[in-house]
């Protein structure tokens, strides 16, 4: 008996697979702290910001410099400029005291640190030139950042004959408009006994004391002048009483001749 075949049920079509989703590309770390571009007015509104902090700290003095910094030709308050400082041997003063003292006024000069090349010329130029200067009447002080230790020991090497000042916090230094980033600014200051700056630049070891020279020489000179002048005004009226007295003698004689010829 022959065998029946049986046909085979096709089989169902396969499930379409949905396709795949595409990653979203990878950000990097670079890309992702990367700060968005300023725009111009951004740019603008920082600049502006800056400006408003930089007038801010002008105003307040917590800046390195400030429009407060006396300039030639200014006459400043001396009472509590600067603060308190101390010489070497360790004496408690302030700018108002030192020109007190003085006779004409107050010299200072300032270093960056005490027994360095530089530093060293510098107090050795001022005290090569001491009795020419202080023959001004003004007072010489050196004034650094140093401590009255540093300074004890600077001062008797070099043997000096003048007083160093320490202004460990700067106070004095940054009023004189001598205050550096990083400390001191060489430099001199020249204030008179009404308070009047005569100098206040930065200046080399040797370019400092040439500033001192010049200045206070000129006001010998001109105090000198002075005096000339009150001397020859002085001998003027001198002569002019001699001369009206010899008028009057010379009357009076006249007189009494025209007496005895009546």
């Not at 949905?18 to 951004?42: G, H, L, N």
């Not at 020991?153 to 202004?167: E, I, M, S, V, W």
């Not at 205050?179 to 400092?208: H, N, Q």
């Amino acid at each position: 008996m022959p065998v029946e075949l049986r046909k085979r049920k096709t089989p169902p079509p396969a499930p379409v697979r949905p396709a795949k989703k595409k990653a979203a590309p990878k950000t990097s770390k670079a890309a992702k702290d990367a700060k968005p571009e300023e725009t111009v007015v951004d740019k603008a509104k920082n600049a502006v910001t800056e400006t408003v902090e930089a007038v801010k700290e002008a105003v307040t003095g917590n800046g390195e410099s400030t429009s407060a910094t006396p300039k030639v030709g200014d006459t400043i308050t001396l009472t509590n400029f600067g603060g308190e400082v101390e010489t070497h041997t360790g004496t408690k003063t302030t700018l108002a005291k030192l020109v007190e003292q003085s006779k004409s006024g107050v010299v200072l000069f300032t270093y960056p640190k005490a027994s360095t090349p530089g530093c060293t010329k510098q107090v050795c130029f001022f005290r090569d030139s001491y009795t020419p200067l202080t023959a001004t009447g003004f007072d010489i002080y050196g004034l650094s950042n140093d401590s009255p230790k540093s300074n004890t020991t600077f001062a008797t090497k070099q043997n000096l004959p003048y007083p160093l000042l320490c202004d460990p916090s700067r106070t004095l230094i940054s009023a004189i408009g001598l205050k550096g980033a990083k400390g001191t600014t060489r430099g001199i200051f020249i204030v008179d006994k009404e308070g009047k700056v005569l100098a206040a630049e930065p200046g080399s070891p040797e370019g400092t004391v040439e500033v001192a020279r010049k200045i206070l020489v000129k006001e010998m000179e001109g105090e000198e002048g002075e005096g000339e002048k009150k001397e020859e005004q002085a001998t003027t009226a001198e002569e002019k009483k001699e001369v009206a007295e010899t008028a009057a003698e010379v009357a009076d004689t006249a007189e009494k001749l025209d007496e005895g010829k009546a």
